[in-house]
């Protein structure tokens, strides 16, 4: 028998493959997952969160480097909720030096220090929602067809409609004599901003988003007293501090498939509710490395691989059960499909990386 190895998320059969980056991802890298509560307590959006039903949500694990081998430099946590018709979230950053200068919606707020939120409703990596936020509460909204390594068309005038924001600096913004202690931020995110159709019921009760967030810090330097970002010897900005919520293992936010798990319960918040990653979810994160694999093969060989083990020569394992992928080609590429063990659904990636689930 061949030898066997344990999916977590990619697995080895990982490759350099990323749009934004590509050194090798870290392996067995496990999504992290929260459940998010309902509230029946009308929530203001001020940026404090001091209502009863922000003080009994946990808070997140705190970020950790992007690419999952190290601890940030300063703390950010997050808190999330929900009711029918919005998503909330309060993050936390710690920060002593609070600052931010861009001013007009939908201009490159990353270019400030930032909080980044990536949500893609459902689980299949196409048609997902980045929104950042700097310390002024200037946002930036928009949509993405598909991941950056798949040629996407970005809508940057998108907006979401609804959106509720705030910010409250734990110190003074733009300030560079005193030492601050951070910067909170409260969003709300209307569900309707998400439907693809009229009569799209999309609140996702009892159910997972794939989410995750992000948190853009730059190192700094003063000039006639304003702050801006700092720059090397060579008269480039030094690289920014990416730190993230659930690790990526590149320096890449846009991999959808590698985000946490955000569980909405329906029970009141308060409760206490469980949510374990369906058995299908680890499947797709196999079979996205082998679609990494694939790419990796191409830009090698110049052609798809035609057979599995040209891909991987190890089986393929999921709690324990050996999941056995057919791999198609046809006249524009191919498809990778599994027929679960699980469900019995039939899950099916493409040369582009849509992904599909036919029961």
């Not at 600096?169 to 910067?183: E, F, I």
């Not at 693809?196 to 330097?221: A, G, M």
């Not at 990416?242 to 308060?270: A, C, D, R, T």
């Not at 393929?316 to 050996?322: H, K």
Request: aromatic share 14%; proline share 4%.
């Amino acid at each position: 028998m061949k030898e066997q190895i344990r999916i977590k998320v990619l697995s080895a059969v990982l490759g350099c493959l990323g749009a934004l980056s590509c050194a090798q991802p870290k392996q067995d890298i496990e999504p992290r997952q929260y459940v998010a509560y309902k509230t029946s307590e009308s929530i203001s959006i001020d940026g404090v969160g001091s209502e009863a039903s922000w003080n009994n949500a946990e808070w997140t694990n705190l970020f950790i480097d992007i690419e999952g081998d190290k601890s940030p430099k300063y703390d950010t946590k997050v808190k999330m909720l929900w009711d029918d018709q919005y998503y909330y979230i309060l993050a936390k950053m710690e920060e002593p030096h609070v600052w931010a200068d861009l001013k007009q919606r939908d201009t490159i707020i990353f270019y400030n220090n930032d909080f980044e939120v990536f949500i893609d409703p459902d689980s299949d990596s196409y048609n997902y929602y980045e929104l950042e936020i700097n310390a002024l509460n200037t946002v930036w909204d928009l949509f993405l067809t598909k991941p950056y390594r798949d040629n996407p068309v970005i809508l940057n005038d998108w907006d979401i409609n609804g959106l509720k924001s705030a910010v409250t600096v734990q110190g003074t913004l733009n300030n560079p004599k005193d030492t601050d202690q951070g910067w909170t931020l409260e969003i709300a995110i209307p569900f309707a901003a998400y439907k693809t159709s009229y009569f799209h019921k999309n609140v996702p009760v009892d159910s997972f988003w794939r989410v995750n967030f992000s948190r853009v810090n730059w190192r700094h330097t003063i000039n006639n007293g304003k702050y801006s970002r700092k720059k090397g010897e060579d008269g480039k900005f030094l690289p920014e501090y990416n730190w993230v919520w659930s690790p990526m293992g590149v320096i890449n936010m846009h991999e959808p498939e590698k985000w946490g798990y955000v569980y909405f319960s329906s029970q009141e918040i308060g409760g206490k509710d469980s949510f374990t990653i369906p058995q299908d979810e680890k499947i797709k994160w196999a079979m996205f490395g082998l679609y990494r694999a694939q790419k990796s093969y191409h830009n090698k060989n110049k052609v798809w691989a035609s057979k599995i083990s040209d891909l991987v020569d190890k089986d393929l394992v999921v709690d324990g059960i050996v999941v056995k992928p057919a791999l198609e080609s046809h006249s524009t590429g191919y498809n990778i499909s599994v027929k679960s063990p699980f469900s019995n659904k039939t899950l099916i990636i493409k040369e582009n990386g849509e992904f599909s689930e036919i029961n």
